[in-house]
């Protein structure tokens, strides 16, 4: 036979809570702002539903009886925890509160999420904002885990069970020497030629290692780094310092070949590469990461 309380509506438990609380079928009523044959009514449903009387009406209001005590230390806890879940969701909603967790490589983090967040925190600052580096495979573990909301990576990544939310710029790396090696590396002829030289790359696992291994592999040969470095800084930076052969974003390199630093590679023409904003196809948006793209996204420039 089913419990008669299982049919009973969170809203009667609602009223019950303030006459409750309150001790009054008036100031219940002023409370959740509807009439006082209202909240009589609702209470009197709920007594009918659970069979017996909840409260005892005195000249001064009312008082609970024995199994309206008996409600009442179950249904006051409910009631706050649910009430404190409504002002969590409302601080979210208008952005009040909440948190967003935004996943990146070391470049896209400075190039594209620090001016975003920049932004978005001096218009939301009770936002709880979290940003952490990964590798891209990590990157897109934290995205169906729930450890982050959104992820910002180049391509080539991996996962059919991710989705692109906005192809946000578009960049074109090339490959660079130190004044060590600029004059054989500019010298030669053909690719396997280059691949002679020393070469520097990121580790397996980043967007950049994988976006040269699939280069190589189009022109039919292996690529097998002689050093591998975490960040695009370190590989500069051993560029530089003539440690080998690298592929580095043209906007650096730029700026350092007037320097002197770092040395263009002509032989070669990489094709552009992607920096992706991505989320999980497995989970929805939080309210929060929707207010950050909606607001983010329309200040990039389109592809």
Request: hydrophobic share 40%; proline share 6%.
């Amino acid at each position: 036979m089913e419990h008669p309380g299982l049919s009973t509506s969170f809203e009667s438990y609602k009223i019950f809570y303030f006459v409750a609380k309150h001790r009054s079928i008036t100031a219940a009523a002023q409370r959740l702002y509807v009439t006082q044959p209202t909240v009589t009514k609702a209470v009197r449903k709920l007594e009918e539903q659970l069979d017996c009387a909840l409260f005892v009406r005195t000249k001064r209001g009312v008082q609970l009886t024995p199994e309206g005590d008996l409600l009442w230390q179950r249904v006051e806890p409910a009631c706050h925890l649910l009430f404190e879940a409504e002002r969590e969701l409302e601080a979210v909603r208008t952005l009040n509160g909440g948190t967003l967790t935004i996943v990146s490589a070391e470049m896209c983090f400075t190039v594209y999420i620090l001016p975003a967040l920049s932004r978005f925190m001096a218009e939301h600052p009770a936002v709880k904002v979290k940003c952490k580096n990964a590798l891209n495979n990590r990157m897109i573990e934290m995205l169906h885990s729930g450890e982050a909301d959104l992820a910002v990576l180049h391509t080539p990544f991996e996962g059919e069970d991710v989705r692109v939310l906005r192809e946000i710029d578009a960049t074109r790396e090339s490959l660079v020497a130190g004044k060590r090696f600029a004059q054989a590396a500019q010298g030669a002829k053909t690719l396997e030629e280059l691949a002679r030289l020393p070469f520097v790359s990121m580790p397996e696992g980043t967007s950049s290692r994988r976006y040269l291994e699939d280069f190589f592999q189009t022109q039919g040969l292996p690529f097998e780094p002689d050093i591998e470095l975490t960040t695009v800084e370190l590989v500069a930076q051993a560029v530089t310092g003539g440690f080998g052969v690298g592929m580095l974003p043209e906007k650096l390199i730029q700026e350092r070949a007037g320097a002197e630093e770092l040395y263009p590679i002509p032989l070669i023409s990489l094709p552009l590469r992607r920096a992706c904003l991505i989320a999980s196809k497995n989970a929805e948006i939080s309210l929060t990461a929707q207010a950050f793209v909606s607001e983010w996204l329309p200040r990039t420039q389109p592809l």
